[in-house]
């Protein structure tokens, strides 16, 4: 009996098992199924990357990230605009700025 896994994977990821002697059992997820499982993804691999903060799960961030992009039919030029007009708006994260707490005059 192998291991159970109950996860999205990469695409190659079922050729890699075969080569490897297992024989993986897969289904094709519904695009809900599918969104849901990006976001689950998106949580375990910022959590690998919160543990060990290795650059590799970055890459991890990404791919999923333009996943995502891809289903929301979001295009990259899109969603850097997006970010552009924040960094415009509230700033990005290069003054290392951490806020307290607020005080009220």
Same mark, same amino acid.
């Given at each position: 009996?192998? +291991? &159970?896994?109950?996860? *999205? &994977? ?11 002697? $297992? +024989?993986? &059992?897969?289904?094709? *997820? ?10 689950? %993804? ?5 959590? =690998? ?9 970055? $890459?991890?961030?990404? =791919?999923?990230?333009? $996943?995502?992009? +891809?289903? %929301? %039919?979001?295009?990259?030029? =899109?969603? =850097? ?5 924040? &960094?415009? +708006?509230?700033? $990005? ?5 951490? *806020? ?6």
């Amino acid at each position: 009996m192998g +291991k &159970v896994y109950n996860k *999205l &994977v990469r695409d190659n990821i079922p050729e890699i098992m075969i080569n490897n002697g $297992a +024989k993986p &059992v897969t289904r094709i *997820l519904s695009d809900e199924e599918y969104i849901d499982e990006l976001s689950k %993804k998106l949580l375990e691999e910022v959590n =690998e990357f919160l543990e060990d903060r290795n650059i590799e799960e970055l $890459a991890d961030i990404e =791919e999923i990230l333009l $996943a995502i992009l +891809k289903y %929301k %039919k979001c295009s990259k030029d =899109e969603f =850097e605009q997006i970010r552009l007009q924040k &960094v415009i +708006k509230r700033g $990005a994260f290069e003054r290392k700025i951490f *806020l307290v707490k607020e005080e009220w005059l």
